[in-house]
């Protein structure tokens, strides 16, 4: 091509939205995730890993030292409490101090924590809660800073994915080595734990740099926090050639009441999530060995959700479904709870197990993000933080509500099926609910 034909740089046209995300979609995550975004979703793995580890044999090494069988459920209780609980105030820090410092809170205080849980007597009471309430910075930080990262390439949806990739990689591997390390003393997984998290902490600390978040305070601050033309919108969005004139697009009464009532309806949706989610952990167990007549049953269910996890969400969410609006994404997730508890009723034995484990699976691979994704992308700008920890907050709220519930019908219903068309209805209603979120982001 000649000089006198050749397109000037600042006339060639830019790529469209579709083009973009199109091309988008041909280059996986990772290779788009910068060198910090990458310490994170490795951060994300290594704690889920020392998590896992931890928990499952908190209680067996309290009983070990003499503690009480009911004072050790209030405290396992008080982990969950302070982890979920101090959500909103993760969040607030979040947006206040930045999430960079809130990730080295979070380090500070689980090493604390573990420190605490190693010296025992007095100081274990605080050390749980120290582990708790770190555990809760370091997600809610380590999320906000992923999602900066990947609102720089318009790949919000395959970074929630990603990260929940990783952070279930730490699940199934954690108790795993929790077992094959107990036998050498609680204190060596402890030990493990306290020197990953002065690892990563250092290095996120003091060897990365958040080039995405650094760009991102550079600009106006009249700016979009997320980019205008993301490709996973909450809905269907306006042409660039908005025809409206400019008085049709000021707010109005009726707009105001979508923004206000958007965030309750999706707290309202967290808390039905959590409290139909925390069946698998409080009355699928019991009915597992009901169906089964085995007592290992509940961990074929929960080998066979953690495989299907794995090896699918990040690939569905990204590839298959990445056109759909994660409002529709909810909805679907909730319907196929609903089936999943419908295929109980039967009492076919292992076939209701298997055919209920399959939907129950999807159903959590499409909420639990696209629960995220709706808060980060109606968030008002610099109050992502306040978002998340508003979710982290329905959990505290529906987890033990579901459970407490959940069992209790169990028990009065002898385990009839009254308990699994309650819980049907119960998703059933979310979905509803789902529907009257807004279709635009505010």
């Not at 919108?233 to 009532?261: H, I, N, Q, W, Y």
Request: aromatic share 6%.
């Amino acid at each position: 091509m000649s000089a006198a034909t050749e397109t000037p740089p600042r006339a060639r046209p830019r790529p469209s939205a579709s083009a973009r995300t199109s091309a988008a979609a041909r280059t996986s995550t990772w290779s788009r995730t910068s060198a910090t975004g990458r310490a994170l979703l490795v951060t994300v793995l290594t704690t889920g890993v020392t998590t896992f580890m931890f928990l499952p044999l908190l209680a067996l090494h309290l009983s070990a030292t003499g503690i009480p069988v009911g004072r050790v459920g209030l405290l396992i209780g008080l982990l969950a409490l302070c982890g979920q609980g101090f959500s909103p105030m993760s969040g607030l820090l979040v947006d206040r101090v930045g999430a960079r410092a809130t990730t080295t809170a979070g380090f500070a205080c689980r090493v604390a924590g573990y420190l605490l849980i190693a010296a025992g007597g007095p100081a274990l009471v605080p050390g749980i809660a120290a582990v708790g309430i770190g555990g809760s910075l370091l997600v809610l930080s380590v999320k906000a800073r992923l999602l900066t990262e990947a609102a720089a390439h318009d790949d919000t949806r395959g970074m929630l994915a990603l990260r929940s990739t990783f952070a279930n990689v730490g699940v199934v591997l954690g108790p795993a080595l929790g077992a094959v390390a107990y036998p050498l003393g609680f204190r060596t997984i402890l030990a493990a734990a306290v020197l990953s998290h002065l690892v990563l902490g250092f290095h996120l600390t003091f060897r990365t740099r958040d080039e995405a978040g650094e760009e991102a305070d550079d600009e106006p601050a009249t700016s979009d926090p997320l980019p205008t033309s993301d490709p996973l919108p909450t809905s269907d969005p306006l042409p660039a050639s908005d025809p409206l004139p400019a008085a049709d697009r000021r707010p109005t009464p009726e707009r105001a009441a979508v923004g206000r009532r958007g965030p309750v309806l999706l707290f309202l949706a967290a808390v039905a999530y959590w409290a139909v989610y925390s069946q698998l952990n409080a009355v699928i167990p019991l009915a597992a060995r009901t169906l089964t007549g085995s007592a290992a049953a509940v961990s074929v269910v929960f080998t066979l959700n953690g495989a299907l996890v794995l090896l699918c969400q990040y690939t569905l969410l990204r590839r298959f479904l990445g056109h759909l609006p994660p409002r529709t994404l909810l909805t679907t997730g909730f319907v196929a709870f609903a089936l999943a508890y419908l295929a109980l009723l039967p009492h076919a034995g292992w076939l209701s197990l298997l055919l209920f484990t399959v939907p129950a699976t999807l159903a959590e691979m499409l909420i639990g993000p696209s629960l995220d994704e709706l808060a980060v992308t109606t968030a008002p700008r610099r109050r992502t933080g306040r978002a998340l920890g508003l979710l982290g907050l329905a959990g505290a709220v529906g987890s033990p509500l579901g459970a407490a519930l959940g069992t209790h019908l169990l028990q009065s219903l002898h385990g009839g099926p009254g308990v699994w068309l309650t819980v049907t209805a119960t998703a059933t209603l979310a979905a509803g609910l789902c529907l009257l979120l807004p279709r635009t982001a505010r």
